[in-house]
């Protein structure tokens, strides 16, 4: 079946320095979703990523969809405490209907 | 707008009861609606999939006679953890999309925190 990987699983950064996670699909997307997931929360739609190649900003977020539909990514720029969760990538194969999400990276700022 | 409910937000039960958990949508009719669980720190885990009016397409590995979903209405979804054991444990959230342009996001609801004691 399909398959969603991200990483890195955790991420410690400086609050100020960047940020990206990367995540892989096994089969070629017809979508993928990212959400953020704050400790004791629930997972919160970001966006979506249809077009092959698209890049999307929110921001200081920016969202990748690779040219092969196989592939994504989340930069942060200039991380903010605010930041801290955990950032699933969630992708959609042809006609499923569900999604398959990627085990999430955690992102830990210290100030 | 868009907006997922759900009830219990957390549940203390013996083991071999069961435990009905509901999940709505309070502002928009939702036609599909997901069940994930998901153990700390870990990712979420799809288990079934529900149409409004339709039995529930569940994921590879997980029982269907032990997680009973029911999708009554565009607005309700209910799963039962029956006859419930410690393993069951677990962090159970739902999620809803509609229709036009609430088809391609899921709304996820607050989730419910299941300790089988």
């Known amino acids: 079946g399909q398959q969603v990987m991200q990483i890195p699983q955790y991420q410690h950064v400086q609050e100020g320095e960047d940020f990206t996670t990367y995540c892989n699909s096994s089969t070629t997307l017809s979508n993928i979703q990212w959400y953020k997931q704050r400790p004791g929360g629930h997972p919160v739609f970001l966006i979506q990523?249809?077009?092959?190649?698209e890049v999307k900003k929110q921001k200081r977020l920016t969202f990748q969809f690779g040219e092969a539909k196989k592939n994504s990514s989340l930069h942060i720029t200039a991380t903010q405490t605010t930041d801290v969760g955990t950032y699933f990538c969630a992708g959609r194969g042809r006609g499923a209907d569900g999604l398959t999400f990627g085990k999430g990276t955690h992102l830990i700022i210290q100030p | 707008g868009a907006v997922v409910s759900q009830h219990p937000s957390w549940v203390i039960c013996k083991s071999g009861t069961s435990v009905k958990i509901e999940c709505r949508s309070l502002?928009?009719?939702?036609?599909?609606m997901f069940w994930y669980r998901q153990f700390p720190k870990q990712s979420l885990m799809l288990m079934a999939t529900?149409?409004?009016?339709?039995?529930?397409?569940?994921e590879q590995g997980v029982e269907k006679d032990k997680f009973l979903i029911n999708h009554a209405s565009l607005t309700l979804s209910t799963l039962t953890v029956t006859s419930a054991h410690p393993e069951d444990s677990s962090f159970y959230i739902c999620s809803a999309s509609g229709s036009g342009r609430l088809a391609d996001t899921q709304y996820f609801g607050p989730g419910t925190r299941l300790t089988v004691l």
């Open positions: 990523l249809v077009k092959s190649g």
């Open positions: 502002d928009f009719q939702a036609t599909t």
């Open positions: 529900s149409n409004e009016g339709s039995k529930a397409t569940y």
